[in-house]
């Protein structure tokens, strides 16, 4: 059932001042060393990841039945030794492993829990809220048969919520299977991708990272991004996505109107091209174009029902990026819904040059028009519009530029932007 509407589109290149205050770092906030069941200690984890795998920043997050109190701060000295301010942050955690729920990963904690509540899933999270500064990672989830994924996601309230601002990916199944149900639970969290290193292969296990957006690269900062929302998980280690509503970056909660700004950026430095970017809610798929490796857009969206906005891209060779939500609240008024329209967005046109418009609904006697900035009328049709069926019309003869379409309906009137991008 479609229950988000979406009334326009514009596809241009804009400044980014939100992403501007913020710089991307790439690392791994899942790995384990000499306290699990790796031969070499968190400070050559450290180092290995810093000086051979080149990533940001590596949490060391030994087994908590393996380890104890003296070797959780044998880490947090190791993390804070290999630190190097600019450089490289070493964070210090420990991964908290159920055998019934799943495992997460508690992070800024210098204590731990009774290893009894690897068996009692509300004993863990009432440890972990009265420890307002802790804060943990979804590890993972899926990966076993034997877990029950925390009872597929069941929302536990905004102190539980709050907790845990992270989930993990390491493969695309568990991101593709759990992401959008954690986050239609009622879960706000955002997407990162670790390699969990049970080896000497900190960094360079494979090409997976996780992303932050930070004011610099210090623990503080890296604790601030994750804890506003500032994460992406990528399956390519140079890709980067951003997205965010006017000044209001991903993670944040926003009230909805209507014709809402979602600017996003993709990027990768090894010009790898997407064959498909998609912007996703709980309602499901809304808009999916192809682009070249650079992206920076501002798509304008009216969302009545949509709990959450997203961005999963992927690439041509098959590596995915997801982004953190925006999330939106609140009820639009004063929007009429008669008609309700939804044109695509497009980098590249269809190979025959023509561009496509359907209609959530049957629209019969409506007249188009396809203007160009100064006024002039390229298209002009009567048209009817059928429920899932595209009207295509043909711009081979148009140049590259934004266009203004109007349809004109006995009971409203659209009008929208396009970019016609060769």
């Known amino acids: 059932m479609k229950l988000s509407l979406i009334l326009a589109f514009i596809f241009i290149a804009m400044v980014l001042q939100g992403q501007g205050i913020y710089t991307v770092y790439f690392g791994n906030l899942h790995a ?4 699990s069941d790796v031969e070499q200690t968190p400070s050559d984890a450290y180092t290995y990841a810093r000086d051979v795998a080149g990533i940001d920043f590596l949490a060391v997050t030994d087994h908590m039945e393996q380890v104890s109190g003296d070797e959780l701060l044998q880490t947090q000295q190791a993390a804070a030794a290999a630190t190097q301010p600019g450089g490289f ?8 492993g159920s055998p019934y ?7 800024n904690a210098n204590e731990m829990p009774a290893v009894s509540s690897y068996l009692n899933w509300s004993s863990f999270r009432e440890w972990l809220i009265e420890r307002p500064y802790a804060f943990a990672q979804f590890n993972h989830p899926g990966d076993e048969d034997y877990f029950n994924n925390w009872y597929d996601f069941e929302y536990k309230g905004e102190a539980t919520d709050a907790s845990f601002p992270l989930i993990e990916f390491q493969n695309i199944q568990q991101a593709n299977d759990w992401y959008e149900l954690a986050l239609n639970n009622g879960w706000h969290l955002s997407p990162v991708w670790n390699q969990d290193n049970h080896s000497a292969d900190w960094g360079t296990k494979n090409d997976g990272r996780a992303g932050l957006w930070c004011t610099e690269l210090s623990l503080n900062s890296m604790y601030d991004a994750i804890l ?13 996505v951003w ?11 926003i009230q909805r109107y209507g014709n809402m700004p979602f600017h996003i950026v993709l990027n990768d430095s090894d010009n790898e091209n997407w064959s498909s970017i998609e912007f996703r809610s709980d309602n499901g798929l809304l808009v999916s174009f192809a682009s070249p490796a650079e992206v ?12 959450y906005v997203y961005i999963r891209a992927i690439q041509e060779d098959g590596d995915y990026v997801w982004s953190a939500p925006v999330y939106l609240s609140g009820v639009i008024t004063g929007i009429s819904d008669a008609m309700q329209i939804k044109i695509p967005v497009y980098t590249v046109l269809n190979r025959d040059n023509t561009m496509e418009i359907n209609s959530t609904q049957v629209v019969e006697n409506a007249q ?7 006024g002039r009328v ?4 009567c048209i009817s519009l059928f429920a899932d069926k595209d009207f295509t019309f043909g711009v081979a003869n148009l140049q590259d530029g934004v266009y203004i379409v109007t349809i004109t309906h006995p009971s409203h009137t659209l009008i929208t932007k396009i970019l016609i991008q060769r």
């Open 368 to 374: 188009i028009q396809l203007i160009d900035v100064s």
């Open 378 to 381: 390229h298209f002009s049709s």
């Open 296 to 307: 920076d857009t501002t798509i304008l969206m009216t969302l009545y029902t949509d709990k």
């Open 32 to 35: 384990h060393a000499g306290f």
């Open 243 to 253: 997205l965010e509503s006017g000044l209001n970056h991903m993670g944040s909660t």
């Open 228 to 240: 506003a929302g500032r994460t992406f998980a990528s399956m390519d280690k140079n890709a980067i």
């Open 101 to 107: 729920y799943g495992h997460c990963n508690v992070f």
């Open 89 to 96: 942050v070493g964070i210090a955690g420990y991964e908290w």
